[in-house]
């Protein structure tokens, strides 16, 4: 891990406002925005730098013991300085410092992007087999002026004559415990410590512009209607050039003429003459994968699943492929003309079958009693 002073390009007994200007310098430098994806990892490590150097306690740890301090204080017990003054904090609604050891530093004005959702279409075939998707939608991008830094090219923030760039101010107010110092963001810079008189014209200080922005996204095999497909660091841009947010996409299947989805597995159906049904046959079924070879066995009864294999929807979970399940309804005539009915007759007697004559299905209270005593 390199030193954070040299991450930013400072001496050891660089200013605030040196650490932060050499900041800004690098960040624009390195923003994967301008730099390319391949400076991500760089651009991290100057901002944990810049975060570390930038606040008086966490600085003054890191020359202590470097990033090992820092990480022993994340994970030690509770200050009772610090949470005394948190206590307070809350009551009163402001930073407090005392006795105590309570300290406040300015807030950046940098804000991670928020995250965003867009809606993407997709055809059961790409839900199957998967599909590179090429979606526009509107989100912010680094401003090409100031890069981010939100100033007109050429200037710098200056800090605040109201705090003296801490971003606080300090009231003494008196308490039931005694003296008390409170305090509260500045009111001149908000608690920035520093202050932007020369706003960057092209993006009105926010070190961001809106824009239309055309990616390719990967939909999975195995994406289904609902379903959010996560895409890190694709959402926009947030204020003075802040890392980009999430991209989610939420997916919408759209229905299929043929194959009906259930989960992993497609159903479809066909309907054969009743003859067909008894004697089999083969025939040919367009599917995802294209014609397939179907067989109908002799017997076939209706309602019979005839099951391929492989033939339906990618799993996302796990490899392979769901069934593609071909659902048999036998179609009897309603009509039959004179050589059909003799040819089925024939064949009735033929295989020994009885035709069921017509019976009563029925009894009244009257009949019963009628077979019962033997009356006509």
Request: glycine content about 12%.
């Amino acid at each position: 891990m390199r030193d954070y002073y040299e991450v930013l390009g400072v001496q050891r007994d660089a200013s605030p406002e040196e650490i932060k200007k050499a900041y800004r310098k690098l960040a624009r430098q390195l923003h994967p925005d301008y730099a390319g994806p391949d400076s991500e990892e760089a651009f991290k490590e100057l901002s944990v730098a810049y975060e570390t150097l930038s606040d008086p306690d966490k600085r003054k740890m890191y020359d202590i013991g470097g990033p090992d301090a820092l990480r022993g204080a994340g994970g030690g017990g509770t200050d009772f300085g610090s949470a005394f003054a948190e206590a307070f904090s809350s009551m009163f609604g402001g930073g407090f410092s005392s006795a105590f050891g309570g300290a406040s530093t300015p807030q950046s004005r940098v804000r991670a992007g928020r995250d965003r959702q867009v809606h993407v279409d997709i055809t059961l075939e790409e839900a199957a087999f998967g599909a590179k998707k090429e979606i526009e939608y509107s989100t912010y991008a680094v401003c090409d002026v100031c890069g981010g830094s939100m100033c007109e090219p050429g200037t710098s923030p200056t800090q605040c004559g109201s705090c003296h760039g801490s971003g606080f101010v300090t009231r003494v107010q008196n308490s039931i415990l005694g003296r008390m110092q409170m305090q509260s963001p500045c009111p001149t810079c908000q608690g920035y410590g520093d202050v932007i008189s020369s706003p960057c014209h092209n993006c009105a200080g926010q070190g961001r512009v809106p824009t239309q922005r055309t990616i390719t996204v990967n939909i999975p095999a195995g994406a289904s209607e609902g379903m959010q497909v996560r895409v890190s660091g694709e959402s926009e841009v947030g204020v003075g050039g802040g890392p980009r947010g999430d991209l989610y996409l939420a997916i919408h299947e759209k229905k299929h003429p043929v194959f009906e989805r259930r989960g992993d597995d497609l159903h479809t159906w066909i309907t054969i003459p009743m003859t067909t049904a008894a004697l089999g046959t083969e025939f040919e079924l367009a599917t995802l994968d294209g014609v397939k070879g179907v067989t109908i066995k002799a017997g076939t009864q209706p309602g019979d699943d005839i099951v391929l294999q492989d033939l339906g929807v990618g799993r996302l979970q796990r490899a392979g492929r769901g069934a593609l399940h071909v659902h048999v309804d036998v179609e009897i005539p309603k009509r039959l003309d004179s050589k059909s009915r003799r040819l089925l007759e024939e064949l009735a007697d033929a295989r020994g079958e009885v035709r069921v004559e017509p019976h009563r299905q029925h009894t009244s209270f009257f009949d019963k009693l009628r077979d019962t005593f033997g009356a006509s």
